[in-house]
């Protein structure tokens, strides 16, 4: 079988570690597959249209992050809630939780089959602001991809602003933005931590969950054998080990970007690393819960909060009311 | 006749250009505003991403304008050895292939602005904007373009037909006679 | 398929047939001979994702900057002031050139822009004063080059952004290799023009009172340099909305000189729209082209040709210089990065090498693909000022500055210093 397959950001350690050498090797090495691997920042492909392009068949696999995609699918902002998951393990039961409802979506939405949910590294906070609380971040521009993020954080009181990653660092510096959201270890690759003081290790943003994902009509005429074969072999080649590494890497970045801890990634930096109160906890999440996850309820429309509630829901004690 | 039209098509592409211009200057504006905002905690939020869009549109309707003013590049190394009739083919078959993509092109961004309707696909972004609000005018300057270039070749080959190709040169030639930078 | 591309892309160039177009013709072409995917299903897509894109606002923002200054007298008025400083130098105006396009270079983050601005101001001079019109064009595409090494820098943000790397350290680490280049410049025009006079144009001194007076024309620019450059550095706008406060600014200082006319304002609304279109379809051609060419998997070809090559650090980056050179004449600059990037730059990581290093180095490269043919936007943009003449004079003068430039790359292999000395000093 031939197989075109469309990977996450190039530059990021879940496509070299992971999806590269799955389907560069594991694959063809269990199967008869031929694969032609590139990824969605090496086309030129704008993030929006990536699982689109997979239905109409323009390529077999693609693979990036839900978010981009809620565009399309409201009801897809669902997968990925902040705050919600603080350990990958947490991240990883909401996310099977989540599964069935993903796949729905997939089918429905985009002609596409869900093979794999693995784990950007959590979004956390990055401030150029002395921050100590979350109640700190009322009136602070904060920059944040995702809309369920923004409003959170307007919720919260913060303004939510549009920058691209590349304007991150100067917009820090300048004070265009108090605060940024992303991976830790991509702020540090990044040199975030030459513009901003304050690491808030709380993931604001989520876990940016990325979905591999295959052409329903590429699937379909997959045998039965074939099938089950991608299936096995992509969840113990690629999602166990994505899973895996990933909390040990939350704890790495953290490390280099605060000096708290062994950074393997090269010299550690020294941003201060914020400690949120239990009780300032409670009351972040309390606005979550009680303004918006009802929000996204309403902007999903169907069933979907009601489905959400008795998966997700259970798995992290939330009922959307 | 022929002729008659081109400049008809000129001077209303300069109307639309000079809009087009004028919605950048008020883009312009608008970010030099929230800059300004900025400065006293204030801000309206999602100039990015409206700059996006702004270019998406100026890009698509000033197209009809640089074609018109012959301001889409060509090389002229070869062309530039001919003369007359010959020269005229060079131009004209040209304005075929171009048209023919760019009609091509306007008929594939259909299926995105369909399903932007479809879906009633919002951006990403805390201003969630409807994409149809944007990619229905962005559509239809693809639309405005093709027609255009549809126009100006037909002008051309009939021209040409008529046995004069000489004529041609100054709407489909390689450089504008008078550039417009003074 | 490289060579498909590269003989394809020839031939229809040579039909003159408009760049952009040709662009996607080769990406139809791809699609149908190779791969088995309807890659051109995504053609809408593609469009729609390369134009709407913020980033991009900056250069018909940098355009009108440009055509402002332009149309109100300021870029003549600075031009005449640097004219009287510089003209003492064998080559005389030429000298002006350089010297304009490294000053508009400081506001500028587009090389186009750049080169667009000096051209406009410069050739009518070049036909009063009776200067060889070679070398004279020439100095103003080599020069334009500059606007995207000298920070602002839109192609540096572009690096930055793909290469997840810090931009202000890339705008630190361009700004010593920019003035090299332009000093380099002047430089080279002086000792070609000391070989053969006839190159250039009369030797000039100006009375000293004329000199001192003409700074004052040049406190408008640098009013503009600290707006743009100061907005970003001070904190109040991202370097793509600098874009727009120099817009604002340009207008204010236009507006000062009492340039500001209807009909002003009119042509140089008019005049940024064709320019934006002119290479905005050359932009979207090639984002298209560049999907094509990856998704049939020239990425692959090309890592495979450079791990069978099993060079050592400094052959690989000889290579990988050479690559660029190649490429370079064919591809236009910005798709040119695009591609490439993503590609290029993890393998000469692996080698060891910096990455704000190499971002300086293809920055160079870049620039010298801006006046190569048969694809060099400055050639156009320089040429399309011109009133009379042929490509080929513009292309020839080019090519003294585009060795000089070849020269700065190396010196950059070999002193990498000259680009990581200042952002290393300065943290
Ligand atoms: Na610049
Ligand atoms: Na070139």
Redesign the pocket.
Known sequence: EDLSVVGSWSSLPLHKAYEAPFWSETLPGAGDFKVELTTHNQMGLGLSEIYPLLGQGVYDVAMTVADYAVGDAPELEGLDVPLLALTADEARAMVDAARPMVADIYRARFNAEVLAIAPYPPQVVFCNAEINSFSDLAGLKVRASGRMTALFLEALGAEGVNVSFSEVPGALQNGVVDCAVTGAGSGYSAGWWEVSTHLLPIPLGGWDHVVTAMNADRWNALSPDKQNLVRDQISSGFEEPAWASAQDALVNDIACLTGNGECASGDARDMVLVDISDADFETARGILVGDVLPDWAERAGGDWAARWNDSVGQVVGVTIK | MELALINKLRKLNRIVALIVGIGLLGMATFVVADIALRQIHASFGGTEELAGYAMALVSSWGMAYALLELGHIRIDLLRARTQGMLRALFDVFSMIVMTGVIATIAVKCWPVVARAVENGSRANTPLATPLAWVQIPWFAGWIWFATMASLVTLAAISLMLRGQASKTETFIGAFAEQDSLK | MITYVSAGLLALLALSIPVGIVLFLLGFGVDQFYTNFPLSRALGNMVWSSSSSATLIAIPFFVLLGEVLVRSGVATRTYAALDSWVSWLPGGLVHANVATATMF??????SVA?AATVATVAMPQAEKLGYDPKLFSGAIAAGGT????????INLIVYGFLTQSSIPQLFLAGLIPGLGLALAFLAVTAILCTIWPELGGHRRVFPLLQMARALIDLIPILILFALIVGSIYRGWATPTEAAAVGVAGALLIALAFGGVSWTMMRESLLGTIKVTSMIMLIIIGASFLNFTLSSAGLGRELTAFLEGLGLSPIGFIMVVVLIYIVLGFFIETLSLMVVTIPIIVPMVLAQGYDVIWFGILMIVLIEMALITPPVGLNLYVVQGARKSGNLNEVMLGALPYCLTMLAMAFALIAFPDIALWLPSALN
């Open positions: 270079s400081a506001t500028s983050g587009s750049t500059l606007g995207i090494m000298i920070p602002p820098s």
